[in-house]
């Protein structure tokens, strides 16, 4: 379905001389004098290259509608991620590099919105936070504030991040997927 340039928001998907592209940004840009135009931020579905375009407001853009289903994270092997399907039950792999940084997130039974066109998975969208265990950190200095400081952590699936002082080894804290961030203690 063709729409203008202006219309374009990130998650939006394109086709550009028959190669599928999501958007990552959509900036309009009024300049003082002159068309005003829309700068968009693309990656192509297929080799995961990023490309810049940009387009007269009102230019045509063919936009393709995609399905998003939920699907079950079940495992991994070696550079696919395998999904299960909650409706129907049949599996999916998808390439590690469709999920992207936040793959090490990924636990057993997780729930994820997986993006399809023509049966092949274009994205996964992971769920906002996740709960993991601190395996090792350092212990708290006596004196320390806690209104800047930070210390490294590793998590219960290898990844290091910072976080406040007062968090011992075996809390469990909420991290924010999209920041690679520690938020706040879990509540369990």
Same mark, same amino acid.
């Given at each position: 379905m063709?729409?203008?340039?202006n219309q374009l928001?990130?998650?939006?998907v394109v086709?550009?001389?028959n190669?599928l +592209?999501?958007?990552?940004t959509?900036?309009n840009?009024?300049p ?9 931020d693309?990656r192509d579905?297929?080799s995961g290259l990023?490309?810049?375009?940009r387009?007269r407001t009102t230019?045509?853009v ?9 699907f079950? +994270?079940?495992y991994?092997?070696e550079?696919?991620?395998?999904f ?9 792999p998808?390439p590690r590099?469709v999920v992207?940084?936040s ?6 039974g ?10 092949k ?5 992971m769920?906002q936070t ?6 090792d950190t ?5 004196g320390q504030?806690?209104a800047?400081s +930070?210390?490294?952590?590793i998590?219960s699936?290898?990844?290091r991040i ?9 809390t469990?804290i ?7 961030a520690?938020m706040?203690?879990a509540k369990d």
């Amino acid at each position: 379905m063709k729409v203008n340039a202006n219309q374009l928001r990130k998650g939006n998907v394109v086709e550009i001389n028959n190669k599928l +592209y999501a958007v990552i940004t959509a900036q309009n840009i009024q300049p003082g004098k002159g068309t005003p135009v829309t700068q968009l931020d693309l990656r192509d579905l297929a080799s995961g290259l990023k490309i810049s375009e940009r387009y007269r407001t009102t230019e045509s853009v063919e936009r393709v509608f995609i399905e998003n289903r939920e699907f079950t +994270y079940l495992y991994a092997e070696e550079d696919t991620l395998t999904f299960m399907d909650v409706e129907n039950y049949e599996q999916l792999p998808v390439p590690r590099e469709v999920v992207g940084d936040s793959s090490v997130y990924l636990q057993d039974g997780m729930k994820v919105d997986i993006a399809l066109y023509d049966g092949k998975a274009v994205s996964v969208e992971m769920p906002q936070t996740v709960i993991l265990d601190v395996t090792d950190t350092e212990p708290a200095v006596k004196g320390q504030t806690a209104a800047s400081s +930070y210390k490294p952590a590793i998590l219960s699936n290898g990844v290091r991040i910072m976080v406040p002082p007062f968090v011992g080894i075996g809390t469990r804290i909420v991290i924010n997927v999209a920041e690679n961030a520690y938020m706040e203690r879990a509540k369990d």
